[in-house]
T-cell receptor, first 113, second 115 residues
Framework: GEDVEQSLFLSVREGDSSVINCTYTDSSSTYLYWYKQEPGAGLQLLTYIFSNMDMKQDQRLTVLLNKKDKHLSLRIADTQTGDSAIYFCAESILGGATNKLIFGTGTLLAVQP | NAGVMQNPRHLVRRRGQEARLRCSPMKGHSHVYWYRQLPEEGLKFMVYLQKENIIDESGMPKERFSAEFPKEGPSILRIQQVVRGDSAAYFC?????????????FGSGTQLSVL
């Protein structure tokens, strides 16, 4: 079945690194995504990784994928107060006619000044 | 280049009324997806449409919910005879194609509150 799980809450201090974790169940995922949702706003695509990659780095963001364990993580270096938001991981399931995204429940990142 | 536009941002309805949510995809995008976010949950897929066609409605409740994406104009998600359990944030996303590497761009959502 399709299921994506995340821890609900993470608190870090400004300047520290944040690591947000995600596990998924569907091994047929093609792409895995990280989205950011600020209060009252839509989802902003942060970064993504193709399922045959192990790691992707994009400025302060590092995505690690362990396909064997179906584990995805997002590391934010030098976390800033502006990074406070809910972070969703999502897996892309290409089945039939639909490129469907399955979302996790989101991790609330609180950055303390 | 405007992003995905949704309106209204907030919609209040009484039980039994109809709710109509609109979504204008990004310019050049002909694929639209509707997702629903219940309180303290992730987004759940509802329906996927291409111009004038419903491609996948596997996430839509069987009754009261319908969606369309006409040749001209925005995509509409309609909820008839709303109930309190319909209160949620409804997000629309669009893409240029259904390729697996095609990214989805999301609107800011419509927050539906049913009194």
């Amino acid at each position: 079945g399709e299921d994506v799980e995340q821890s609900l809450f993470l608190s870090v201090r400004e300047g520290d690194s944040s690591v947000i974790n995600c596990t998924y169940t569907d091994s047929s995922s093609t792409y895995l995504y990280w989205y950011k949702q600020e209060p009252g706003a839509g989802l902003q695509l942060l970064t993504y990784i193709f399922s045959n990659m192990d790691m992707k780095q994009d400025q302060r963001l590092t995505v690690l994928l362990n396909k064997k364990d179906k584990h995805l993580s997002l590391r934010i270096a030098d976390t800033q107060t502006g990074d406070s938001a809910i972070y969703f991981c999502a897996e892309s399931i290409l089945g039939g006619a639909t490129n469907k995204l399955i979302f996790g429940t989101g991790t609330l990142l609180a950055v303390q000044p | 280049n405007a992003g995905v536009m949704q309106n209204p941002r907030h919609l209040v309805r009484r039980r039994g009324q109809e709710a109509r949510l609109r979504c204008s995809p990004m310019k050049g995008h002909s694929h639209v997806y509707w997702y629903r976010q219940l309180p303290e949950e992730g987004l759940k897929f509802m329906v996927y449409l291409q111009k004038e066609n419903i491609i996948d409605e596997s996430g839509m409740p069987k009754e009261r919910f319908s969606a369309e994406f006409p040749k001209e104009g925005p995509s509409i998600l309609r909820i008839q005879q709303v109930v309190r359990g319909d209160s949620a944030a409804y997000f629309c996303a669009s893409s240029r194609s259904r390729r697996s590497d095609e990214k989805l761009f999301f609107g800011s959502g419509t927050q539906l509150s049913v009194l």
